[in-house]
T-cell receptor, first 113, second 111 residues
Framework: NAGVTQTPKFQVLKTGQSMTLQCAQD?????MYWYRQDPGMGLRLIYY???????DKGEVPNGYNVSRLNKREFSLRLESAAPSQTSVYFC????????????FGPGTRLLVL | QKEVEQNSGPLSVPEGAIASLNCTYS??????FFWYRQYSGKSPELIMS????GDKEDGRFTAQLNKASQYVSLLIRDSQPSDSATYLC???????????FGTGTSLTVIP
């Protein structure tokens, strides 16, 4: 089992460019999450998907869109990147709801110039 | 006020000592509490989860939960240099799918 995988590992964008961060899990988990981590801010939830076909906003959704393509895959799209979106992005998955452990992917480091 | 608060540290302890990490949360309805360890440049990994008041022990780690005082702590006994990392407290506040993380406490164990 690979667990949670993310691509790319590192990306540099210019302001206004778009890109999609990919996430996949092979643990048959129902719930998937996208977080960003900034120095001094901790992990902040961008969007989550409780189950295939559903998505909901988290704490900091502005400037992002998501797609739960199927049970395995959950993508995060930046339509028009801004320097404020420079961050490390983590995807996570869990079996179900509140009492379940979240398993994190290795992260994507994004730099927006 | 942030949902989950941690002392950012850094916290330094000598090898073999007990490291004590603390976390407070704002919502009395919180149900689930987690401690994650994050090495520099790596992703968070679960250390402990706790759901009811009291202590929960797993090897050298003990999680303590006090819902009346709204705090959760992590004790690391016989600290090792390999324990040097940032420790993140996470709380599931609305018994749904939203988890709130603290900013993390940086721990250094000095050989």
């Amino acid at each position: 089992n690979a667990g949670v995988t993310q691509t790319p590992k590192f990306q540099v964008l210019k302001t206004g460019q778009s890109m999609t961060l990919q996430c996949a899990q092979d643990m048959n988990h129902n719930s998937m999450y996208w977080y960003r981590q900034d120095p001094g801010m901790g992990l902040r939830l961008i969007y989550y998907s409780a189950s295939e076909g559903t998505t909901d906003k988290g704490e900091v959704p502005n400037g992002y869109n998501v797609s739960r393509l199927n049970k395995r895959e959950f993508s995060l799209r930046l339509e028009s990147a801004a320097p404020s979106q420079t961050s490390v992005y983590f995807c996570a998955s869990s079996e179900a709801r509140s009492q379940e452990t979240q398993y994190f992917g290795p992260g994507t480091r994004l730099l927006v110039l | 006020q942030k949902e989950v608060e941690q002392n950012s540290g850094p916290l330094s302890v000598p090898e073999g000592a007990i490291a004590s990490l603390n976390c407070t949360y704002s919502d009395r309805g919180s149900q689930s509490f987690f401690w994650y360890r994050q090495y520099s440049g790596k992703s968070p990994e679960l250390i402990m989860s706790i759901y009811s008041n009291g202590d929960k022990e797993d090897g050298r780690f003990t999680a303590q939960l006090n819902k009346a005082s709204q705090y959760v702590s992590l004790l690391i006994r016989d600290s090792q240099p390999s324990d040097s990392a940032t420790y993140l407290c996470a709380v599931n506040i609305y018994s749904g799918n939203q988890f709130y993380f603290g900013t993390g406490t940086s721990l250094t164990v000095i050989p």
